[in-house]
């Protein structure tokens, strides 16, 4: 761009990073804006700024629930004459119940002094008098003191906090600021965002027939709607042409008309007339420019400071979105979203993760994460006894065809893989929109987002199938909260599935995703040894230092017998990749007929796990079953072997004396 007039951009900022690294960036820059004073009808969906109080109590005076008769308890069933009516609206001032009357009152109705409990009027009977005499009623049943009567206070006590600062306001809230007289309040508000869109080849939508080289102009009118769907202003910027000094000049609108975002789409990628990235490191300082995801790899970020004096906000966040309408709005979901929530005051500005099982294969990016596109429903049953949701892909996927993002309600998080996910996988799915109108919403059961635990059968089998049943538990706080998208677990079924050759048949019958709670971890995996018969079972996290890893001590209280041996194994592969690897406490045993193995959650060393586990793993299941004949290929029978010693040939290995091993690794 030297020849232009633009900016190089710094090599610190060119190399490709992760899609969480890449987000904490944009959060990290990112500010929340001051709070500003609005009216309650103008605060619907934002975050309150501060505590609201109860100036006065609720009910601010002794009100009866339901409509009958205010009594004096003690007097029990009887005739009593109606000293008078109280209704609500009414302050029954002036009216005293003594021993021997009553009076009658409605919902809501001040009680009369004197009175202690409300008698409902399907618990009495009017008694007809003359219409000179007084009205009398009749009492019939016993009721005791304070029944149907709302204490002074009982729903709010004076000086009770009745909103804290942080929450979000629905219609339940706004209504209780009315309750307690707020009719203004202090809240964050929500950005303002210039939206523009580059490129020769665009067009407004209102044209009626296009012109060869031309499509028309989708990727600005989705992003107004989806920025106003979240709320924010906008500000429409129109179309730049591939111009460099055209697009500067727009830029420099945008940045002096007090914007809090900037979104443009296109001009991000490696052409020679794609000026966005120089220009934006030219306004200020780009923080990163290709991330690791597909779609969605050109994504520029960057924070410019504004040179004008008048702003509140010292920086404008800018966004160069990828010019592919499918790549935008992927990348306007996964980070433009949480900006925008960030800024707005959310104190968790993340989209929700759910658990979701495949209905059909997919076959991942080999070289780069995927965010696919699909819908997912609730489904109670589906023959094979599995509840929960499951994702259909939307189609072709590739990053021009917005009909992919047509009814997608998710984006599946597919880690990248050379081998096909199957039908039945278990997925972490971002959620997008709206499922409520997806296929078995009636049904829907969303997890507690505190304490998910979410399990996924996946398929069923028969009793007397020889293939070995293998379950996997990824054990994190973070995904079963939703806070963060489980890579270990479909990375772990991936793994299985390519080694199920080698491993003598195997096939994946349930996920599960668990918090770092022992309780949880141990009914998780008694359920899938005493009750499903699981051959196998593979933990995924929690094996560290930190407070919270209690998966070894959850796996250790429910083996019968242990295996350090895996777990020698395992520790040797993973010290050649990180010296760290000596922090795991990892535990593995039996339990049962099945096989429990604690591995790390990295999703990389999950691999590494079980490749360096795959020579003896087959021969272990097999022992486990009580198949006692499985012995290593190469095992010689203990009468016909030499006598060994086993301590000199240990000796002899370690300094240096190797000896080829014609035998099994057995000590006879």
């Not at 990016?365 to 609730?378: G, K, N, Q, Y």
């Not at 007929?593 to 691999?607: D, F, Q």
């Not at 499985?630 to 010693?645: G, L, S, V, Y």
């Amino acid at each position: 761009m030297g020849g232009n007039g633009g900016t190089q951009i710094s090599s610190s900022t060119n190399k490709m990073i992760p899609v969480d690294e890449a987000l904490e960036i944009v959060l990290n820059v990112a500010q929340r804006l001051p709070p500003v004073t609005l009216p309650i009808h103008d605060i619907l969906g934002k975050i309150l700024a501060e505590d609201i109080t109860a100036p006065d109590p609720l009910p601010p005076y002794p009100a009866s629930i339901k409509d009958g008769y205010a009594v004096v308890a003690a007097d029990g069933p009887g005739e009593y004459p109606v000293i008078a009516e109280s209704r609500a609206g009414n302050d029954a001032l002036g009216v005293t119940v003594t021993p021997g009357t009553v009076a009658y009152v409605t919902t809501g109705g001040p009680v009369p002094d004197g009175a202690d409990a409300v008698v409902q009027v399907e618990d009495t009977e009017s008694i007809s008098v003359g219409s000179a005499e007084p009205k009398r009623v009749r009492i019939l049943k016993q009721t005791s003191s304070g029944v149907d009567i709302r204490a002074v206070g009982s729903d709010i006590a004076q000086g009770t906090i009745v909103l804290k600062s942080g929450e979000r306001l629905g219609a339940a809230e706004i209504g209780l600021l009315a309750t307690v007289g707020v009719v203004t309040a202090k809240v964050y508000p929500s950005p303002t965002i210039g939206v523009l869109s580059t490129g020769d080849e665009l067009a407004e939508p209102t044209i009626g027939r296009l012109n060869r080289g031309q499509i028309r102009d989708s990727n600005r009118a989705m992003i107004l709607t989806a920025a106003t769907q979240h709320q924010c202003k906008v500000l429409d910027l129109g179309i730049a042409r591939d111009n460099e000094e055209e697009i500067e000049r727009t830029l420099d609108n945008a940045f002096s008309s007090g914007i809090d975002i900037l979104l443009s789409s296109g001009g991000v990628s490696m052409g020679d007339r794609d000026f966005v990235k120089p220009l934006l490191q030219k306004k200020g300082t780009v923080l990163f420019q290709k991330v690791l995801m597909k779609p969605g790899k050109p994504l520029t970020f960057a924070e410019i400071l504004p040179r004008s004096s008048d702003r509140t906000s010292s920086k404008i966040l800018a966004f160069g979105l990828p010019g592919n309408p499918v790549s935008c709005s992927v990348c306007f979901h996964l980070f433009v979203v949480p900006a925008i929530r960030h800024i707005s005051g959310w104190a968790n500005p993340h989209l929700p993760r759910v658990q979701a099982r495949l209905k059909h294969s997919v076959k991942p990016d080999p070289l780069r994460p995927e965010f696919h596109r699909a819908v997912i429903s609730w489904q109670l049953n589906d023959g094979s006894g599995y509840q929960g949701f499951i994702a259909e892909s939307t189609g072709h996927q590739i990053s021009s065809r917005l009909l992919s993002m047509k009814s997608a309600n998710a984006l599946l998080e597919l880690p990248a893989s050379e081998t096909s996910l199957p039908a039945g996988a278990s997925v972490s799915a971002i959620l997008v929109s709206d499922i409520s109108n997806s296929p078995g919403s009636r049904n829907l059961q969303l997890p507690d987002s505190c304490s998910t635990q979410q399990e996924h059968k996946l398929a069923a089998t028969d009793a007397g199938s020889s293939e070995f049943k293998v379950a996997i538990l990824t054990v994190s706080d973070t995904v079963a909260t939703g806070l963060g998208p489980d890579r270990s677990g479909p990375r772990a079924v991936s793994v299985v599935n390519s080694s199920s050759e080698k491993l003598g048949g195997t096939i994946i019958v349930a996920t599960a995703v668990v918090p770092d709670d022992v309780q949880k971890i141990k009914d998780m995996l008694q359920k899938w040894s005493d009750v499903d018969k699981v051959d196998l079972i593979l933990t995924l996290g929690g094996t560290g230092f930190t407070p919270r890893d209690v998966t070894p001590e959850a796996t250790k209280s429910m083996i019968q017998k242990e295996t350090p041996g895996l777990l020698y194994v395992m520790m040797r592969e993973s010290l050649k990749v990180t010296p760290s690897a000596v922090l795991s406490r990892a535990a593995a045993g039996i339990r049962g007929s099945t096989l429990i193995i604690n591995m790390p959650g990295n999703p990389n060393a999950v691999a590494e796990c079980m490749e360096a586990l795959l020579p003896a793993l087959k021969h272990a299941l097999k022992q486990v079953r009580g198949d006692k004949r499985e012995k290593h290929p190469r095992h010689i029978p203990h009468a016909q072997a030499a006598p060994t010693d086993t301590w000199e040939r240990s000796y002899s290995l370690a300094f240096g004396g190797v000896q080829e091993e014609h035998g099994c690794s057995c000590s006879h």
